[in-house]
């Protein structure tokens, strides 16, 4: 099993700026892949960005251009910077580690962004 831990959600104004981080531990050579997603209030969980093991990143269209995900295999982190942020972006933040026989899931972090 995989166990993930998000942190740096908090309040931002619209324009500004938030990194948040996601600490894999546990089984993670079992991960294939990494993703974030984000669920607002009333709305569905919709996936943001993935990462796979040899770097390679996806975005949804939604916030193409404004964030980026990394990885540091080192230190078996994957992060979320998140730029020009906007109220819509306002949501629990997930992380998600996927692979052949997990599928593992952090506890959300608030990101709220005020205009």
């Known amino acids: 099993q995989v166990q993930l831990v998000e942190s740096g959600g908090g309040l931002v104004q619209a324009g500004g700026s938030l990194r948040l981080s996601c600490a894999a531990s546990g089984n993670i050579f079992s991960i294939n892949v990494m993703r974030w997603y984000r669920q607002a209030p009333g709305k569905q969980r919709e996936l943001v960005a993935t990462?796979?093991?040899?770097?390679?990143?996806n975005y949804a269209d939604s916030v193409k251009g404004r964030f980026t995900i990394s990885r540091d295999n080192v230190k078996n982190n994957v992060y979320l910077q998140m730029d020009s942020l906007k109220p819509e972006d306002t949501a629990v933040y997930y992380c998600?580690?996927?692979?052949?026989?997990?599928?593992?899931w952090g506890q959300g972090t608030q990101v709220t962004v005020s205009s």
């Open positions: 990462i796979t093991n040899d770097g390679n990143t």
């Open positions: 998600n580690a996927l692979g052949s026989v997990i599928n593992s």
